[in-house]
């Protein structure tokens, strides 16, 4: 008998080794994913803003400007999860393309919409299922600020058609804790997302 729990003990204290000891890979390959799809955006959004302010749009080239920010704010803090789990980003170079500035609005559509539907909501339940708290709250702020960002470029795009720029805020402030952006005159004294004050966020 009393070999049997010995044995039985022994089988529980393998496992729970094992269990502690697993990476959660899933989680891992997600904030890879993610830190790329974060630091092309951020990359890509610079030469947005960049092609609007020659096509004289300034109005527009600032939201690029601060959506760029926000977007390295996302790329640090996964990189921070991804460097708690004891792993590292492979170096890699942005692909992207510049076109017009109403198709790259559209594009910058497409790309926040499918990270705000899709891709993060499926990174939030990986690493709900892994265990990983670190990694779900940089995928939801994440998420949070996309779908704010999808929302800012429709208005921008809807500005550039009506030929109307004065649509538009006057500029932008990111939390450079989160990455949430706010439009101007619209502002949180608290960010909506991780409570840091106002007077930290970075006026674009
Ligand atoms: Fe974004
Ligand atoms: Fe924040």
């Known amino acids: 008998m009393k070999k049997y729990l010995f044995f039985i003990l022994a089988l529980g204290a393998v496992f729970m080794f094992v269990s502690c000891n697993q990476k959660p890979v899933k989680t891992i390959a997600d904030l890879k994913e993610g830190i790329k799809g974060e630091t092309t955006a951020s990359a890509k959004y610079a030469a947005f803003a960049q092609k609007a302010r020659e096509e004289g749009n300034d109005t527009i080239a600032k939201l690029f400007d601060a959506a760029s920010k926000a977007e390295t704010i996302h790329a640090a803090n ?59 709250k940089s995928f939801t702020w994440a998420r949070d600020t996309e779908m704010k960002h999808a929302s800012f470029y429709k208005n ?9 720029e004065s649509m538009l805020p006057s500029g932008y402030e990111v939390c450079p804790v989160c990455g949430n952006t706010y439009e101007e005159g619209n502002v949180d004294e608290k960010c909506a997302f991780c409570q840091t004050s106002r007077d930290s966020f970075e006026k674009i």
């Open 78 to 136: 996964h990189t921070k999860v991804l460097e708690k789990l004891g792993e590292k980003m492979e170096p890699f170079t942005p692909q992207f393309e510049v076109k017009t500035t109403a198709e790259n609005l559209q594009a910058s559509i497409d790309g926040e919409t499918y990270e705000e539907t899709t891709m993060y909501p499926g990174f939030m339940k990986d690493a709900e299922a892994e265990n990983v708290p670190d990694a779900v």
């Open 156 to 164: 921008a795009l809807a500005a550039l058609q009506a030929g109307d």
